[in-house]
């Protein structure tokens, strides 16, 4: 099984819709979790941390389900801007470990 | 802002070259790390340092080495590069609220 597992996509989707992304991990020991964002040909960039609680940051809300070991992102209102590749990322094992980063879902926002 | 600096943004290279990628952070960080993007395959660690003069083999090191003679700055060398290298190499500083990376160096090996 891979560390880390998510839809490739691409999600196309219209200006305003609301789209859900989700991930699967390996490792039970994981304990802190991610999601970045990566534009074409540049880096990637932290979006956001994800709790057990769920958080949320304007019109993205992020949720871990440790049990089901399954990370979800949910964007609400979605924008032009939007478009990117949104990877998932887990620490490998417990403390201070280095991160596995998915292979991404492609988001494509259109007019 | 942590500014993590790569030193080229583009590089070509011949086969048996060795080269030098370095990486520059500004925020004192401890941990550093390399990462090579490949169409596919996603983001692969090759090594990483908590610390000076220290450093972990990822899951890719073979082919690569590292320094870290300075906390700000750790540098990746192919000894001998191969075709098989020609890669997008990402470096990235983590100061315990998840990475930061550089813009990146895209190698070609010819």
């Known amino acids: 099984r891979k560390e880390v597992e998510q839809d490739p996509g691409p999600f196309n989707v219209p200006e305003g819709a609301t789209v859900a992304f989700n991930c699967t991990y390996s490792n039970s020991a994981s304990q802190s979790f991610f999601w970045y964002r990566q534009d074409c040909r540049k880096e990637p960039k932290l979006l956001m941390s994800?709790?057990?609680s769920g958080n949320e940051d304007g019109r993205f809300t992020a949720q871990l389900n440790r049990a089901s070991q399954y990370i979800s992102l949910l964007i609400r209102d979605s924008k032009l801007s939007d478009s990117a590749t949104y990877l998932c990322v887990v620490t490998r094992n417990s403390g201070n470990t280095p991160l596995v980063f998915g292979k991404g879902t492609r988001l494509s926002v259109i007019a | 802002d942590v500014k993590v600096t790569q030193s080229s943004r583009y590089l070509v290279k011949r086969t048996g070259e060795k080269v030098f990628l370095e990486c520059v952070q500004d925020?004192?960080?401890?941990?550093m790390f390399w990462y090579r993007q490949d169409p596919g395959l996603g983001l692969r660690l090759i090594y990483f340092s908590y610390d000076v003069k220290m450093k972990e083999k990822g899951d890719i090191p073979e082919g690569y080495s590292v320094s870290r003679e300075k906390k700000e700055r750790f540098s990746l060398i192919l000894e001998s590069a191969s075709t098989n290298q020609t890669s997008m190499y990402l470096c990235a500083s983590d100061g315990g609220y998840g990475y930061t990376f550089g813009s990146g160096t895209r190698l070609t090996v010819v």
């Open positions: 994800v709790y057990s």
């Open positions: 925020m004192d960080h401890e941990n």
